[in-house]
């Protein structure tokens, strides 16, 4: 709403063009009706966006790319993919013998791309749900033997997720195991999730502050994506 309020102040105010920087875009994972009588919340703030007087939206690494579809004014969505590749090789020492792992099927292709670019092995978690934010059953597909497995995801809410795909990856032979995210929402059991599960540490970019969330939980590490943004305006 403040966002809102501030574009349509500007735009009252004469301004000929604005642009919302949105680094974690709302309700993105509502982007479709996955049941009867469900809202499409993403659309409807795209149309808020849109009504409020934006012309240009910046976001960083969107739940789904085509909600880029959802607006009929530019999107430029940024990805957080080189601060990941630079996490890895600069903090693990041992990331050549490392692989990536996408903790669901719909990462499937950041997880590829990162895994090109670093020149190893990939592999994937295969869940499935009885209803949102609980996991019925995983099925990992790749061999993560003598590895180090690094989970990578867009965002992660109540971590269920991710504890279940750590405790996965180590029964199914994993040396250690790292998580890096873009948005760390971490709400509800989030926290002492992270604190009980055997994460050497949980990247996370900082589209959402987490200096609260660091206070209790010292797995939490935050890397900038500041320098990106900048870059993009």
């Known amino acids: 709403m403040e966002l809102l309020i501030m574009i349509n102040a500007c735009k009252i105010a004469s301004s000929s063009r604005v642009t919302a920087v949105i680094p974690c875009f709302p309700y993105t994972q509502q982007d479709k009706k996955d049941?009867?009588?469900?809202?499409?919340?993403?659309?409807?703030v795209a149309n808020m966006l849109s009504v409020a007087g934006a012309?240009?939206?910046?976001?960083?690494?969107?739940?789904?790319?085509q909600i880029q579809g959802l607006f009929d004014i530019p999107?430029?969505?940024l990805y957080a993919e080189p601060t990941v590749m630079q996490w890895i090789r600069e903090n693990i020492v041992e990331w050549k013998n490392c692989i990536i792992v996408s903790p669901d099927t719909g990462g499937a292709k950041r997880v590829m791309s990162i895994a090109d670019r670093l020149n190893v092995e990939f592999a994937l978690i295969h869940k499935e749900r009885k209803k949102a934010n609980e996991v019925d059953r995983m099925v990992l597909v790749g061999d993560v033997k003598d590895h180090v497995a690094?989970?990578?995801?867009?965002?992660?809410d109540t971590c269920g997720s991710m504890y279940h795909a750590a405790d996965k990856l180590l029964s199914a032979g994993a040396t250690k195991v790292y998580a890096i995210l873009t948005h760390g929402i971490f709400s509800g059991p989030a926290i002492s999730r992270i604190n009980n599960a055997a994460f050497e540490a949980v990247v996370v970019t900082n589209t959402i502050l987490q200096e609260d969330k660091m206070k209790h939980c010292t797995k939490i590490q935050v890397t900038d994506i500041s320098m990106k943004l900048a870059e993009a305006i």
């Open 150 to 156: 690094i989970l990578v995801d867009d965002m992660s």
């Open 35 to 44: 049941k009867s009588r469900a809202p499409i919340s993403a659309k409807l």
């Open 75 to 77: 999107v430029d969505n």
């Open 55 to 65: 012309d240009h939206i910046i976001a960083m690494d969107l739940h789904a790319s």
